[in-house]
């Protein structure tokens, strides 16, 4: 896609001309998520971890108010976009957090710039978003106009904002504990509004925030609970995200932006060596917590409050307990595994950044398809409807092909038996094929076997008892799977 682009970009008109580079720019740069949901979900926090440093506030300010976006760059900077285009720059204040003071007026600015040097930010770009379910009907359409904006471009925005505003190509979208019924809707808002590809169950992950909130109904360890409320969430949004991933932000955060200090866990000591029903009493409440007397000082508690709520000073607690000569860095290791965040960090590996390329091709694909259908002279529309057409003619253009019909797939818009909705699925999601076959550890020449008896297996359901939607879905299953038996026999 890229070559195409820098192929037939000279030979357009200058305005087409400029459309066509900023795609290609877009497709050298780290996958954009989206990080969407409630005011109040948590979602500043979850930025903060997943960028490994608590710079967006948390705290609901102006800045919580705005689309923030977060990507690499060899310095720390923030730069407000006004909608002209303009931009304001800004330090990080004495905190090392975004200020909550912009200097510019709300309703002039288009959304903030933050660049990074944390190396969490080299292969994902990470867009925080107001609530789109606020109070405040301008700030939520603030979120979607960024979300779900369609055109590739916009003339009236600078090169770098119309990168940033040209929509996400994948979203996390966070909840705690209940699903309603609007946060469906924004889900399927986003899954249909957005480029191909790049708003389906697919590429859409739940992320089930504030879990140590069920910890007071499950004795005192939220899991047990969590895990199978995760799952049944997972099956009540299984046609607009790909899975459900439970987590506790706060521990997250954290942890991953390395704020406990010394001092911090030797307050944890102090703690766990209280008589058994002191300590039970102190951990009873946030209000006893604070105010009980105790050896620990009151700011020393608040201050873990902060960092780590109830739940994870217990935690702490129990593991100090058990272990009592535990060392700090230990301690953080285990409170990062008891946060959950691993998983999420597993599952975006897994779900969007093998198959980013995929992902990006897929939206320039769609781009260049708008942009033709747009164009005002007829050269330029032949020019690129030919370059499109020799694309979908390639090979590689196979695995598009099964994003796509997972997509249809998994969103319902073509039905299939449960057992091949999933086989066609994993067949999408990976490269993997022990995984896709599901045969761990099979050898070469069983994995070769299983890939061919499936291709053989959809063939047959292409050609005898499915519908033709069924079949169209059957026929391109049918050749990833040869291709998946050619490749493992290959290596």
């Known amino acids: ?59 609901v300010g102006e800045c919580t108010r705005i689309v923030t976006q977060f990507r690499y760059g060899t310095s720390d900077r923030v730069d407000v976009v006004r909608r002209n285009g303009t931009r304001s720059s800004l330090p990080l204040d004495e905190s090392g957090m975004i200020p909550q003071r912009l200097g510019v007026p709300r309703s002039e600015v288009a959304y903030v710039d933050v660049t990074l040097t944390s190396d969490h930010l080299r292969d994902l770009t990470v867009v925080d978003t107001p609530g789109l379910s606020s ?44 699903v309603r019924e609007d946060d469906v809707q924004a889900l399927e808002s986003f899954r249909s509004i957005s480029a191909r590809l790049s708003s389906n169950p697919i590429n859409s992950i739940g992320l089930f925030n504030k879990v140590d909130k069920l910890a007071s109904v499950a004795g005192g360890d939220p899991w047990p609970v969590a895990i199978p409320l995760a799952d049944s969430q997972t099956t009540v949004l299984r046609r607009v995200v790909s899975g459900v991933v439970p987590v506790v932000g706060l521990l997250a955060e954290t942890t991953e932006a390395g704020r406990l200090t010394a001092a911090d866990c030797e307050a944890l000591r102090q703690l766990a060596g209280l008589p058994d029903v002191e300590r039970t009493i102190l951990l009873a409440s946030v209000d006893l917590f604070v105010n009980r007397e105790c050896p620990v000082g009151a700011d020393a508690r608040q201050r873990l409050l902060r960092l780590l709520d109830l739940y994870g000073i217990s935690f702490a607690i129990a593991q100090l307990i058990a272990r009592p000569n535990l060392a700090a860095g230990e301690l ?10 691993p998983r999420l960090r597993q599952t975006l590996d897994h779900a969007f950044r093998w198959r980013t390329d995929a992902i990006k091709a897929g939206w320039a694909l769609s781009g260049l398809e708008k942009i033709a259908s747009h164009a005002e002279r007829p050269y330029d529309r032949e020019l690129l409807r030919d370059a499109i057409e020799r694309v979908l003619q390639q090979p590689e253009y196979h695995r598009l092909r099964l994003l796509e019909v997972a997509q249809l797939v998994t969103t319902g818009a073509v039905g299939l038996p449960d057992r091949m909705e999933g ?44 519908s033709p939607a069924q079949s169209r879905v059957a026929l391109v299953a049918h050749r990833g799977f040869f291709l998946l038996s050619q490749r493992v026999r290959a290596n």
Request: contains cysteine; charged residues 25%.
């Open 135 to 178: 109070a405040n009907t301008a700030v939520s359409a603030q979120a979607r106009r960024f979300l779900f904006t369609e055109a590739p471009i916009d003339d009236d925005l600078d090169d770098d904002s119309t990168g940033a505003l040209s929509g996400a190509e994948a979203i996390i979208y966070v909840f705690t504990q209940s």
């Open 1 to 59: 896609m890229a070559d195409l682009c820098a192929e037939v970009g000279h030979r357009l008109s200058p305005a087409t001309k400029t459309q066509i580079f900023d795609v290609r720019r877009r497709l050298g740069e780290p996958l954009r998520v989206a990080i969407a949901g409630r005011l109040k979900a948590g979602k500043s926090t979850l930025v903060n971890a997943l960028i490994g440093r608590r710079v967006a506030p948390t705290e």
């Open 332 to 341: 953080m290791r285990l409170l990062f595994q008891a946060s959950g965040f």
């Open 423 to 466: 086989e066609l699925t994993r067949l999408a999601l990976s490269n993997d094929a022990a995984w896709i076959l599901s045969l761990p550890s099979a050898p070469r020449d069983q994995l070769v076997r299983a890939a061919l008896e499936a291709a053989t297996r959809w063939r047959a359901y292409a050609v005898a008892g499915a």
